[in-house]
């Protein structure tokens, strides 16, 4: 055999081992383990032990979409996981035996009143007599729960590790909470002497195997459910989150209701998780609500690798068979190994143990030699002129901004709105604790209008940025733009209003690819509803490849953006930021890093980009600002010192002065 055609056969093995890896899993969980049963290999402890294993593979799932694909911490998970597994357990202690005359509680709870004849449970407990019901309470108790935590947190902006303190806060308080007896749910102790599941024996080793298959087609179900959500739209949103929020507000969106979303579907599957765990360990104890459970979810995504979903799966059940093992032969091993395993993947495996599988299926592509459909489909978009499609939508993008802005600044109809001023600041201060950063009588900016910003370094040039598109709120001042007061406006208020904001450094999602970029940044997408059910259209598209071919970067449509340049990634960002079709482009230090070509270009791009929105750069490189050619304001101090031409800015005593020090 050739070296190609070996080369192809690896190829092959890699490509269809990867795409036979779910059936694969599918196949042991369903027919091996059940066969080996069923012959006699293994015992029904141990099918029993699987499925417990398979409850936690659940848990590690959902922590996995939180923590894996938003980029949130959350350790709380473990709390979720309690709500379900105690809610389930309170209905098996309900229809369990009454031992004794006179006797109203279940043998369950004799831990907590053995001698005690007449006593009656708490009104809590009434719900989950009811199997249905109990399943209903397993759900919403922990969405609700995340409903309360997610709110106050993300609403809040609490990120980081302040959020995963956050959370594990509260586990420790319920904690504390479930192990008192005033509950009735037997303290520290626990729920158990489990014996009947909707009048099923859980003892009768039939069942134990049918709630084995049972949680094993939850974690499949599951599996798929998480897997739908993050190859969707909203998947790409939850990626764009982790890699970059800040971006993501100043494009019109509003990350918390995302996060909410996903942070309770997390919950709630959590709870099933509970749920599934309790009837099969015939014990449910506060110890899943403790810090080291928090920690040992993490550990198992982590080991795994976060962010791939089946990594989480793999994790949970590698380090529960594998503590399993240890504790069976050397007790007191565990601890130093799960140490040792945790420091040993963060050093040599930072990804996980999935990374090592999927950079073994990448190396391939489709044997059959054809490419996706999603990229066949672009390339059968025709190769027409940007330019050309301009001037054919030219007129019609005119009459619509004039419309939108008719209605935005009130006016009568007659009256030209290019006649009015887009952008209008007037005696703007904003202190950072008693330090005066701006102190601006007035500053306009007109419609279709190109301006540069220059200052010394600290001269406030990134502040009025910050003022205008909302990430900084004035101490003092008005800021109205398009006849609108927006002193005080959120980011994505104002960015949905039509200002658009490119930062020094640009920010964009780096996981993603350069059509997903795009796709994040398309406008009227940035509402929840619109990022679950409807799809892109052919002109959506269309419009992002024209953009692409603009700016140059066609040839990288598919390309994550982690490889791209420096300045590809500046034009990246402004790319999404003509897609959005802002009236106001705040471009901030452009040509920062760029090569003498690629300024040229830049500068090239921002005076077409004149004909289509007001634009105000704020740059230091006076070649740069010298190609531009627009009229120049020059703050110091956080004052306008001086407008004008550039060639008129040099020769004033003043800028000079600021500039040298002199």
Known sequence: MSEKQLSASMDRLRYYSGKLAPAITLTVGLIVVPALYLTGSIGIETVNMFGRFLAFAILAVSLDLVWGYMGILCLCQSLFFSFGGYAMGMHLALHGPLDGPGKTIPRALYVVSSSVEGIELPWFWQPFNSLSVTLLLGLLIPGVVAIIIGYCGFVSRIRGVFFAILTQAITFGAWLVFCRNDLMLCGTNGLTNFVTLAGFDLTDPNVKLALYLVTLLTLIA???????????????????????????????????????????????????????????????????????????????????????????????????????????????????????????????????????????????????????????????????????????????????????????????????????????????????????????????????????????????????????????????????????????????????????RKFQTPTVFDSLTVYENMQIASPGRQELKQNLWSKETDDEGKQILDILRRVRLIDHVDLPVKYLSHGQRQWLEISMLILAKPMLLLVDEPAAGLTDEETALTAELLLELQAEHSIIVIEHDMEFVRLLNAPVTVLNEGKVMAQGSLEELQSNPEVIEAYLGR
């Open 222 to 500: 599951v599996y798929w459910f998480c897997h739908v959500i993050v190859t969707s739209r909203l998947g790409r949103v939850m990626v764009a989150i982790r890699d970059n929020e800040t971006r993501l507000r100043f494009s019109g969106y509003r990350p918390y209701v995302f996060k909410m979303l996903i942070f309770v579907l997390a919950g709630m599957i959590a709870g099933i998780a509970g749920m599934l765990y309790a009837p099969q360990a015939n014990i449910f104890t506060p110890k899943f609500m403790e810090v080291k459970m928090s920690i040992l979810a993490v550990i198992w995504v982590a080991v795994g690798g976060r962010g791939t979903l089946s990594g989480a799966v793999l994790g949970a059940l590698a380090v529960n068979i594998l503590y399993n093992q240890l504790t069976t032969r050397m007790p007191g091993s565990w601890p130093f190994v799960q140490g040792g395993m945790f420091i040993g993947i963060v050093l040599l495996c930072p990804e996980g143990l999935m990374s090592i599988w999927r950079r073994w299926t990448k190396q391939s592509s489709d044997p059959r030699g054809q490419a996706s459909d999603e990229v066949v489909h672009r390339d059968a978009i025709d190769q027409r002129s940007p330019v050309a499609d301009q001037g054919e939508n030219a007129e019609d993008e005119y009459r619509k901004r004039l419309a939108r802005l008719r209605v935005m600044q009130r006016i009568s109809p007659g009256t030209s709105e290019l006649d009015c001023v887009l952008l209008r600041i007037e005696k703007l201060q904003v202190e950072f604790d008693g330090f005066k950063a701006l102190d601006i009588d007035s500053f306009t900016a007109n419609h279709y209008e190109l301006q540069v910003i220059i200052g010394p370094n600290g001269a406030g040039k990134t502040t009025l940025c910050d003022v205008i598109s909302g990430k900084t709120h004035p101490t003092a001042g008005s800021v109205q733009f398009a006849a609108q007061e927006i002193t005080g406006k959120s980011e994505t208020d104002i960015a949905r209003l039509g200002v658009g």
